[in-house]
């Protein structure tokens, strides 16, 4: 099935919980809000003519500009995307969802933004989401054991995020 | 005074009530690097095993954010360093595919040539180190010796014996050397009078069955789950190779070759006569399954490796032209997996308008095959648990990038 029908039905079933979509890019994209997420993915898992069996990657971006000067020309507010490449084995068909979230939780520098886990629906996302959380800091609420997967467990700071900075010293041992 | 009969169900009980948690790794040879798992045990039962993973991050994927798409392929290298040519493929083309570029048809064979060749050394390196799990030494001297003739290859090509950086955006670094394809072909040609000796020593070793068969049983419907994919995927009898159903940027270089892909379908594997037969004890999915769908891949890729130099030798065209260091990336993002030796690998890019990606993301096929761990020694054995990892062949510069 190609992007334009699945985002077709898409849109049929879950209306203006689907915010935009790219069928046009180089991976044909469709977003969705954060809290409808699980639900539209048991839906794409499930239904008989999709069939979304395969969950790939979960992926953070930190769209975040430090200089000024730079951050004008962007043409996008500060925020986190999230992507899911997922696939169906069944009818080798292709989708990516998206999930705009803040940078921080309510605005708050520290808080990390939250976004419903999707740990249930495919297994594959246990590990995934605990990676992203990890380096991305993104809670996924919902998930059975998120702490971190790559980094020590006394690890400060999310390393992808880009206003991260490394810090000197870890347990005593400069590392700068 | 009499003695009552201990019922044997009620030993059973009693073992249960003392659990020991057994850490193994992350320094131990059956761990295959880095890794560690702990084991949750009673007696001789595995009632858990979760990995801990971590131990070789380097952060690859923020260093990709501080590099050009072409200075970040020799950190692709490093990833599974046991097949770097394949890792250099999926950056390359995945950048190709953000950029909207197509190389020429030379380059495309010559791409084919050495990931293939790439796929049968990592393969052997699979069956030599489970092998050497298991206990089996000699397999291992086996499979090193053919593995180093690859690696001579390799170097002849491109300099370097286990860091390539040779098929890059654009094309491939260098041509073929004077006289590589006469090698190459004379390692066709005694690698094939080898292979019926791997099977002496391992596929039909009784020792090494009972060992592997029925061990670590991966249902297809699990695998999906957990996104289990290459040889692990289709060990659990999954048809699905990405070389054939992958997308058309990546399935383009394998047009007008014929290879089958392994898996078994209705009870049986594709050329299943000219192999040693499945032993009555493995069921699909097991470990042995995992260890035979690898031996029958190398026998696949040998015969992609020799239409990759007939047609190399064929086609006109030049090798392609890397692109420039600082060629600029166009804004949005591109993903593309390949069949990598250990499974799909995957790659995404952002770019933003600039010469250094906003974004690197790697997905890791070992990662994914590892996550399915527990789930495969739970209620074996303590001793089958290096069977298992052995079977899943995971590398770990690939699971902590």
């Known amino acids: ?176 | 005074m009499s003695f009552e009969r201990i019922d044997p169900d009620l030993v059973e009980l009693d073992v249960g009530m003392d659990e020991i948690l057994i850490n193994v790794g992350p320094q131990h040879p059956g761990t295959h690097g880095v890794l560690r798992v702990l084991l949750r045990t009673d007696g001789e039962l595995v009632l858990g095993a979760e990995p801990y993973i971590g131990y070789l991050h380097r952060c690859k994927e923020k260093i990709g954010e501080n590099l050009t798409a072409r200075q970040f392929i020799p950190y692709t290298d490093r990833l599974d360093y046991l097949a770097g040519m394949n890792m250099n493929l999926g950056w390359a083309l995945v950048v190709e595919k953000l950029l909207g570029l197509e190389v020429p048809e030379k380059a495309k064979h010559l791409r084919v040539l050495m990931c293939e060749l790439g796929r049968i050394a990592s393969h052997l390196v699979a069956a030599a180190a489970m092998g050497l799990d298991l206990g089996s030494v000699t397999p291992f001297m086996y499979c090193f010796r053919e593995r180093e003739r690859i690696v001579d290859l390799f170097e002849a090509a491109c300099g370097s014996r286990l860091t390539y950086n040779y098929i890059t955006v654009g094309g491939v670094m260098a041509d073929l050397p004077a006289g590589w394809l006469e090698r190459c072909e004379a390692f066709c040609n005694e690698f094939e009078q080898v292979i019926p000796e791997l099977h002496a020593v391992l596929t039909g070793n009784a020792i090494f069955i009972g060992r592997t068969a029925a061990i670590g049983v991966l249902s297809p419907e699990t695998a999906i789950d957990f996104g289990c994919t290459g040889p692990v995927l289709r060990a659990s009898g999954v048809d699905w190779d990405l070389r054939r159903d992958g997308e058309p940027i990546y399935t383009r270089l394998y047009d007008g070759y014929e290879f089958r892909v392994i898996a078994e379908t209705e009870g049986t594997y594709p050329g299943a006569k000219r192999h040693p037969p499945v032993p009555q004890a493995a069921v699909v999915g097991d470990s042995w399954h995992r260890f035979y769908v690898r031996m029958l891949e190398t026998v696949e890729s040998l015969g992609l490796v020799r239409q990759a130099m007939a047609r190399y030798r064929d086609s006109e065209s030049p090798c392609g032209e890397p692109v420039k260091l600082t060629q600029k990336l166009p804004k949005g993002e591109a993903y593309l997996e390949t069949e990598a030796p250990k499974g799909q690998m995957g790659f995404m890019v952002v770019g933003n308008g600039t010469a250094v990606p906003w974004r690197v993301r790697i997905r890791s096929s070992s990662f994914s095959n590892l996550s399915v761990l527990s789930e495969l020694c739970r209620g074996g054995l303590v001793a089958d648990v290096t069977a298992v990892i052995g079977s899943l062949d995971i590398v770990l510069g690939e699971v902590d990038r």
């Open chain 1, 1 to 176: 099935m190609d992007a334009q029908t699945i985002h077709g039905r898409l849109l049929e079933r879950f209306g203006e919980r689907i915010r935009a979509a790219d069928l046009e890019a180089v991976d044909p994209w469709i977003e969705v809000s954060a809290a409808s997420l699980p639900e539209v993915c048991l839906y794409l898992r499930d239904r008989l003519e999709l069939r979304f069996n395969m969950l790939h990657c979960i992926s953070g971006v930190d769209y975040f500009e430090g200089d000024p000067q730079r951050s004008a020309e962007t043409g996008w507010q500060p925020h986190m995307q999230l992507l899911y490449h997922l696939s169906s084995l069944v009818y080798r068909h292709r989708l990516v969802l998206k999930v705009r979230l803040p940078r921080w939780k309510d605005g708050v520098a520290g808080e990390l933004p939250e976004v419903p886990s999707v740990a249930h629906v495919w297994r594959t996302a246990d590990w995934h989401e605990r990676e992203v959380f990890d380096l991305s800091g993104v809670r996924f609420t919902g998930h059975p054991e998120l702490r971190r997967i790559l980094c020590p467990d006394d690890w400060e700071g999310h390393p992808l995020r880009k206003d991260y900075r490394a810090p000197d010293e870890y347990q005593g041992i400069r590392v700068r």
